[in-house]
């Protein structure tokens, strides 16, 4: 009983962690249309939130352990159930960008201390990556789960009404709800080598593993792929309303099914891998992500909005579209657990942080230009320049099989 009670702390703080984290391509529309700004300053909501993730993680993850899992999380918990309450009452964007600066502390909280209790939670490998896996699925069960609950603020009559921040309100109690389960559960303590590391070590020890070729490949193929699938995941509300002239809430509904097909992409390539090799299949879903993206924009042009009032009166092109989550979602978990995989046990936690690091700057660059070229080229031209990064991926992919192989072999000399 009192590890479940942990396990629905931890799985109900992420939840909520995922609605707020990836609501920011619904803010990103609502702010244009509340606030009356340009997209480039909207897509500096990816930076906010994402750059304060990486930089709180590469600071206080090594403090963490000593200050405790419990007071880390409650820490995070308490700042973001604050910020949700103050943002509808100040009603302006400033206050925006502070929760989401606030969120992105929160979250590098949360991630730290959920990763390393899920280890003390497990007793081998196999708990181990079930337990994860069912708190990622969770997580994912939020993503999807946002897009409706803000959608359901957004008033269609009146788009730009700033009725739509009262989800906050809400928002803070379910944050409020976590906190007491966090206060009750017997969250774990870290173990006494980890609580006595030096934060000097860990930070020279994530420099020193960043210097090596594979550890670089790897780094940049993570920072690409991040930056499509925040580019698109976080513009395409807005694609759907400016360039498929679809209304507001139906802008934001549809978007789900891209958190949707990534989450069912990452089941199904679990269950593909267990026959054929991650590299022609890593190599596939990328070919095909590029293959899309040229085959739907066209359905895209010219398409007018007539009497769209539902989810099935929306043209083609809107569904097609965010099945690019499909081709996508494989590529993240396969490269990290590749990569993990060929480290020694003792490197795997200077690993995650720069894997949180360059995740979190591909995030914001892929967000930040996709704004940009949204506002001073249009919308498909933006989702047309996706394109770069795709090859990018490709060619990382080919360097990352060669020089694993280089390495595997050294290392059996």
Known sequence: MP?????????????????????????????????????PEAATLEGYKDLT?????????????????????????????????????????????????????????IKVSVYAMVGLLSSDTRSHSSLLNTIEGIFMVGVL?????????????????????????????????????????PVPSADEKVREQSAIAAFTG?????????????????????????????????????????????????????????????????????FINWFPFLLGCAVLMGGLIIITLPMAEGHQATGITQLSDAPLAAFILPMIGLLMAPLYPILNSVMLSALDSHKQAAMTGLIVVFSALGGTTGSVITGYLFEHMGGQHAFYMQLVPVVGIIAAIFLFRQVSQKDQTASAV
């Open 53 to 109: 993730i990486a930089f709180v993680s590469f600071l206080v993850a090594s403090f963490v352990p000593r200050l405790g899992y419990k007071v880390a999380m409650l820490a995070a918990l308490l700042l973001v159930t604050a910020a949700c309450l103050i943002t509808p009452v100040v009603s302006e964007f400033v206050a925006i960008k502070a929760l989401f600066a606030c969120i992105g502390a929160g979250f590098a909280l």
């Open 3 to 39: 590890r479940l009670l942990v396990i629905a702390a931890i799985a109900a703080s992420y939840f909520a962690f995922a609605i707020l984290l990836n609501s920011v391509g619904t803010v990103i529309l609502q702010s244009i249309n509340t606030f009356d700004i340009s997209k």
């Open 145 to 185: 789960s946002g897009y409706w609950i803000f959608s359901a603020f957004v008033d269609p009559l009146n788009p730009g009404s700033p009725v739509w921040m009262n989800v906050y309100y809400w928002l803070a109690a379910l944050l409020a709800i976590n906190v007491l389960l966090v206060c009750v559960a």
């Open 206 to 274: 994530m420099l020193k593993l960043a210097y090596q070729p594979l550890v670089i490949i790897f780094v940049v193929s993570i920072f690409l792929y991040v930056l499509i699938e925040q580019g698109i995941g976080s513009w395409l509300p807005t694609f759907n309303n400016e360039v498929l002239h679809l209304p507001v809430d139906i802008s934001v509904q549809i978007t789900s099914l891209f958190a949707l097909s990534i989450a069912v992409g990452r089941l199904a390539a679990g269950q593909v891998l267990r």
